[in-house]
């Protein structure tokens, strides 16, 4: 089987950005309203999401590498 040169469409980003980004945002901006949370909960939240995004970024990096 031949193997195409181009990678084809991904109907996973179209997905979370119509569907899960929303969510999301509204998630989120509920629990600020609410006040659900405190400011501790919002920093440790901040911190684990750059983190984990740093870490798949560096992953990705050292993928496209090799």
Same mark, same amino acid.
Request: charge should be positive; hydrophobic fraction near 45%.
């Given at each position: $089987? +031949? +193997?195409?040169? #181009? @990678?084809?469409?991904? @109907? ?7 569907? /899960?980004? @929303?969510?999301? =945002? =509204? #998630? ?7 006040? %659900? /949370? ?6 440790? %939240?901040?911190?684990?999401? =750059?983190?984990?995004?740093? =870490?798949?970024?560096? +992953?990705? $990096?050292? +993928?496209?590498?090799?």
């Amino acid at each position: $089987m +031949k +193997k195409l040169s #181009t @990678p084809g469409y991904n @109907p996973g980003f179209l997905t979370t950005w119509l569907v /899960l980004n @929303p969510y999301c =945002v =509204v #998630t989120i901006f509920y629990a600020y309203y609410s006040h %659900a /949370l405190s400011s501790l909960d919002w920093l440790l %939240a901040l911190i684990l999401g =750059v983190g984990f995004i740093g =870490v798949m970024l560096a +992953k990705t $990096m050292r +993928k496209r590498r090799e």
